[in-house]
């Protein structure tokens, strides 16, 4: 087997990383083709890996605005030559997908979202994305051209794999086929079980907006309770400004850092939507519970009352009380704990090898 692995862009280190991370241990050797690569914003997890990227690599500004370049995204992906290798992994939630492969080659596609900007959440887009007023004409226009290439390049997956059944849904809603689900890989070995009663509650992740960090601030806000935020982004100056005394920013946290402040929280607030979420997972690895919106990827990892509560309306005042009625419940960490090891990095890589296995 000449396996090769493609992915949309490499200039952060998030959780699509630490799962292209993952497979190293899968795919021995793959090539990683890429249309952007920045070495340092992926702290150099990759230096011992081939990486090959697209003519947008040497674009100005490509490495830290690489949006700018969304149209030349499918050109990009189109144009790397797979003739050598007989299995192609994409790990996609855009373009990556898109890919080229030839007759005798099997492409599988390990789907982290069908594109949220084209499907779900286009019309919110719109509204969200920086762009020149005179431009925003033309919007519609060009989500118009990127859904009819989006539908032709689902047609060259052989086999899906979905992260969650929230992202199967979508796949079989807009592509028209199946996936199986296998959950991205949680490295629970990096927490450790809390032993202490919590100090103050904790919200992690980029501070951009359909996150939700402003309702966790007004909800904290009316309670007067320590809250500790840990993340950065551009709703940064915002959110300081709407935060009261109590709450607390910790800004760009280390792996170590960010395990400390997971062991030493009362809880983990998650107040998004998201296709999976990563986050509840390290609260429950830490022994701690987790208060989520009743959407998305937290439905299914949460078990409610065992390793954590839901609220169902987003806002602050549906999330405070969801707060209360968790601080008074007696949580069981060794459950949090049991629970999260189901999503360790050692099952997800067993679970992906028997599925490239089986497509061969």
Same mark, same amino acid.
């Given at each position: 087997?000449?396996?090769?692995?493609?992915?949309?862009?490499?200039?952060?280190?998030?959780?699509?990383?630490?799962?292209?991370?993952?497979?190293?241990?899968?795919?021995?050797?793959?090539?990683?083709?890429?249309? =952007?690569?920045?070495?340092?914003?992926?702290? !150099?997890?990759?230096?011992?890996?081939? @990486?090959?990227?697209?003519?947008?690599?040497?674009?100005?500004?490509?490495?830290?605005?690489?949006?700018?370049? @969304?149209?030349?995204?499918?050109?990009?992906?189109?144009?790397?030559?797979?003739?050598?290798?007989?299995?192609?992994?994409?790990?996609?939630?855009?373009?990556?997908?898109?890919?080229?492969?030839?007759?005798?080659?099997?492409?599988?596609?390990?789907?982290?979202?069908?594109?949220?900007?084209?499907?779900?959440?286009?019309?919110?887009?719109?509204? !969200?994305?920086?762009?020149?007023?005179?431009?925003?004409?033309?919007?519609?226009?060009?989500?118009?051209?990127?859904?009819?290439?989006? @539908?032709?390049?689902?047609?060259?997956?052989?086999?899906?794999?979905?992260?969650?059944?929230?992202? !199967?849904?979508?796949?079989?809603?807009?592509?028209?086929?199946?996936?199986?689900?296998?959950?991205?890989?949680?490295?629970?070995?990096?927490?450790?079980?809390?032993?202490?009663?919590?100090?103050?509650?904790?919200?992690? +992740?980029?501070?951009?907006?359909?996150?939700?960090?402003?309702?966790? =601030?007004?909800?904290?806000?009316?309670? +007067?309770?320590?809250? =500790?935020?840990?993340?950065?982004?551009?709703?940064?100056?915002?959110?300081?400004?709407?935060?009261?005394?109590?709450?607390?920013?910790? #800004?760009?946290?280390?792996?170590? !850092?960010?395990?400390?402040?997971?062991?030493?929280?009362?809880?983990?607030?998650?107040?998004?939507?998201?296709?999976?979420?990563?986050?509840?997972?390290?609260?429950?690895?830490? +022994?701690?519970?987790? @208060?989520?919106?009743?959407? #998305?990827?937290?439905?299914?990892?949460?078990?409610?009352?065992?390793? +954590?509560?839901?609220?169902?309306?987003?806002?602050?005042?549906?999330?405070?009380?969801?707060?209360?009625?968790?601080?008074?419940?007696?949580?069981?960490?060794?459950?949090?704990?049991?629970?999260?090891?189901?999503?360790?990095?050692?099952?997800?890589?067993?679970?992906?090898?028997?599925?490239?296995?089986?497509?061969?």
């Amino acid at each position: 087997m000449q396996p090769a692995i493609v992915h949309e862009y490499l200039n952060q280190y998030g959780g699509a990383e630490r799962v292209l991370e993952a497979l190293d241990e899968v795919l021995f050797d793959a090539p990683i083709y890429t249309t =952007i690569y920045d070495r340092e914003r992926t702290n !150099r997890v990759f230096d011992e890996r081939v @990486v090959r990227t697209s003519f947008i690599q040497s674009l100005p500004f490509a490495k830290n605005r690489h949006h700018i370049y @969304v149209p030349l995204m499918p050109i990009a992906i189109e144009q790397f030559d797979f003739h050598a290798f007989d299995t192609i992994l994409s790990v996609s939630a855009s373009f990556a997908k898109g890919i080229i492969s030839h007759t005798g080659a099997r492409h599988i596609c390990y789907c982290l979202t069908p594109p949220r900007f084209l499907w779900d959440d286009s019309h919110e887009f719109v509204d !969200r994305f920086s762009m020149p007023w005179v431009l925003r004409p033309l919007s519609p226009l060009a989500l118009s051209y990127f859904r009819v290439w989006d @539908v032709q390049a689902a047609l060259r997956v052989d086999k899906w794999i979905a992260i969650s059944e929230t992202v !199967r849904r979508r796949i079989q809603k807009y592509y028209k086929t199946d996936a199986v689900v296998i959950p991205p890989p949680v490295d629970v070995n990096r927490f450790s079980v809390a032993t202490r009663p919590g100090e103050f509650w904790l919200a992690v +992740g980029r501070l951009v907006a359909y996150k939700r960090f402003d309702i966790v =601030i007004n909800a904290f806000n009316r309670l +007067g309770w320590p809250l =500790i935020i840990a993340g950065t982004g551009v709703e940064e100056k915002r959110l300081h400004a709407l935060a009261g005394p109590t709450i607390q920013f910790a #800004g760009a946290v280390s792996d170590a !850092r960010l395990a400390d402040l997971y062991t030493r929280s009362c809880g983990v607030v998650f107040p998004q939507e998201e296709d999976f979420g990563i986050v509840p997972l390290e609260a429950m690895a830490s +022994g701690r519970p987790v @208060v989520a919106y009743r959407a #998305g990827g937290a439905t299914e990892t949460i078990i409610e009352k065992t390793t +954590g509560i839901f609220f169902d309306e987003q806002n602050a005042q549906s999330l405070a009380d969801a707060v209360i009625i968790a601080s008074s419940h007696k949580w069981d960490a060794n459950a949090c704990r049991q629970h999260a090891e189901k999503y360790s990095t050692a099952i997800f890589q067993e679970r992906m090898r028997e599925a490239i296995g089986s497509t061969l």
